[in-house]
């Protein structure tokens, strides 16, 4: 079947199985190797992806479901500040170990960062419940996108201080 979809940008149109997956598709056609697979059944998070914006899990996504979609995986984030923010904040905070959850994390982070704006550590760890870390550095983590969402707000606030 053929699906057409922009993946990070670029205009792809794939011969695809009705059961072949987003994941297996971006990864394995389209170099996309930020895009693990964990569990494979929409448990854990890793191979977590936006569509349109929104996250989605790739491994339970058909590709045949994206026709006319935007497709964005980590390696679509390359000079976002705010990606920027959350890789510092990850190295400096120890937000990883062996680093097998940390491109889904980012992709999660980012996503509650740009949606919610600041969140309480409760609802950060709720926020982030989604994504399962079997190295379980979860303290890390979350000391890592709590640092990237403070600073992520100085740098709004900031921003609409000067436009005033
Ligand atoms: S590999 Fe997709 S949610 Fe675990
Ligand atoms: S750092 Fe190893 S799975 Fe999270």
Redesign the pocket.
Known sequence: MKVSFTLNGEAITADVEPRTSL?DLVRGEHRCTSVH????H??????TVLIDGKIA????TLAVALDGTAVTTLEGFEGDALMDRLREAFRAHHGLQCGYCTPGMLITAHDLIRRKGALSEAALRQGLAGNICRCTGYAGIVAAVAAAMDEHGDTARAAAIAAE
């Open positions: 994941a697979l964990g569990c494979e929409g448990v854990c998070g890793a191979c899990r790739s491994c339970i």
